[in-house]
């Protein structure tokens, strides 16, 4: 009772493609309609706001506040991360930091497609590990999903999605337990290291000071080849000279321009010209 039984035919997911395109500037591939189907069915059938996907379509096209868009991109964006996921990341920005804290007029660090914010706090704790706390330091954190940012600023996070992630030191330092719920909440002095802000990487970026490391791990995977130029290009500007852009262990740059120098482990380095 309640499940949709109707299927999205295949002019309708293009037009649904083409209205996530433009509110997220992500691609939806062919093969993706079964999700969007699926995922879309919480709102459309028997006892549910909408009869059928034209009359959701429609809505959403029409929505003049902006909350059944924002609910249409949160639905069909995938989050999923953990504390310190790929560790020889951490490690090299650990490095880093080591070499450039006490140079550096300053440190920008990006986590660009932060979803729940364990990236971005990974980061702040490895810079407060480090020493960095006293350094003008900031961590910038953005997503397309308004859902997932509101999460992460808040900061808590339920035992079940830490456990085995991060060591009983760490959290006794950088987080606060609460037994009653059952979960941890970052502390004051990692959160505000931290900005959440919204961002579409296909939009303009607003940046006045360039970064020295960027996280894009596994977010490139939403963008056919030329808007991963585009996206790689403009983030190039947006790093100091001898920067390092950081992407997924399984991603590959191979067929993309870009003017980046490919190190190990998916870490991609600015040189001069």
């Given at each position: 009772?309640?499940?949709?039984?109707?299927?999205?035919?295949?002019?309708?997911?293009?037009?649904?493609?083409?209205?996530?395109?433009?509110?997220?500037?992500?691609?939806l591939?062919?093969?993706?309609?079964?999700?969007?189907?699926?995922?879309?069915?919480?709102?459309?059938?028997?006892?549910?706001?909408?009869?059928?996907?034209?009359?959701?379509?429609?809505?959403?096209?029409?929505?003049?506040t902006?909350?059944?868009?924002t609910?249409?991109?949160?639905?069909?964006?995938?989050?999923?991360?953990?504390?310190?996921?790929?560790?020889?990341?951490?490690?090299?920005?650990?490095?880093?930091?080591?070499?450039?804290?006490?140079?550096?007029?300053?440190?920008?660090?990006?986590?660009?497609?932060?979803?729940?914010?364990?990236?971005?706090?990974?980061?702040?704790?490895?810079?407060?590990?480090?020493?960095?706390?006293?350094?003008?330091?900031?961590?910038?954190a953005?997503?397309?999903?308004?859902?997932?940012?509101?999460?992460?600023?808040?900061?808590?996070?339920?035992?079940?999605?830490?456990?085995?992630?991060?060591?009983?030191?760490?959290l006794?330092?950088?987080?606060?337990f609460?037994?009653?719920?059952?979960?941890?909440q970052?502390?004051?002095?990692?959160?505000?290291?931290?900005?959440?802000?919204?961002?579409?990487?296909?939009?303009?970026?607003?940046?006045?000071?360039?970064?020295?490391?960027?996280?894009?791990?596994?977010?490139?995977?939403?963008?056919?080849?030329?808007?991963?130029?585009?996206?790689?290009?403009?983030?190039?500007?947006?790093?100091?000279?001898?920067?390092?852009?950081?992407?997924?262990l399984?991603?590959?740059?191979?067929?993309?321009?870009?003017?980046?120098?490919?190190?190990?482990?998916?870490?991609?380095?600015?040189?001069?010209?």
């Amino acid at each position: 009772m309640g499940i949709s039984t109707e299927e999205l035919s295949e002019s309708l997911f293009k037009k649904l493609a083409v209205l996530f395109k433009k509110n997220s500037g992500i691609n939806l591939k062919d093969y993706k309609k079964y999700l969007v189907e699926y995922r879309l069915q919480k709102f459309v059938g028997e006892g549910k706001p909408f009869k059928d996907f034209h009359s959701y379509y429609k809505a959403v096209e029409a929505d003049k506040t902006g909350k059944l868009r924002t609910e249409f991109v949160n639905s069909l964006t995938t989050n999923y991360t953990y504390f310190f996921r790929e560790e020889v990341h951490f490690r090299f920005l650990e490095h880093y930091l080591s070499r450039h804290a006490s140079i550096e007029p300053y440190l920008r660090f990006w986590s660009a497609g932060c979803s729940s914010g364990e990236e971005a706090y990974s980061m702040a704790i490895t810079c407060l590990e480090q020493g960095a706390a006293q350094k003008d330091i900031k961590i910038l954190a953005t997503d397309i999903s308004l859902k997932v940012l509101t999460f992460a600023s808040e900061g808590v996070y339920h035992y079940s999605k830490i456990k085995g992630n991060l060591s009983d030191s760490t959290l006794r330092k950088y987080f606060i337990f609460h037994a009653d719920k059952k979960n941890f909440q970052i502390k004051e002095e990692v959160k505000q290291l931290v900005t959440f802000r919204y961002l579409n990487l296909m939009d303009p970026f607003p940046f006045h000071k360039r970064f020295d490391i960027v996280f894009l791990r596994n977010v490139l995977i939403y963008f056919d080849s030329q808007e991963k130029e585009i996206i790689l290009e403009k983030i190039w500007e947006e790093i100091k000279e001898g920067g390092y852009l950081i992407l997924g262990l399984s991603e590959s740059l191979v067929g993309i321009r870009h003017r980046f120098t490919q190190l190990k482990y998916s870490i991609n380095r600015k040189d001069s010209p």
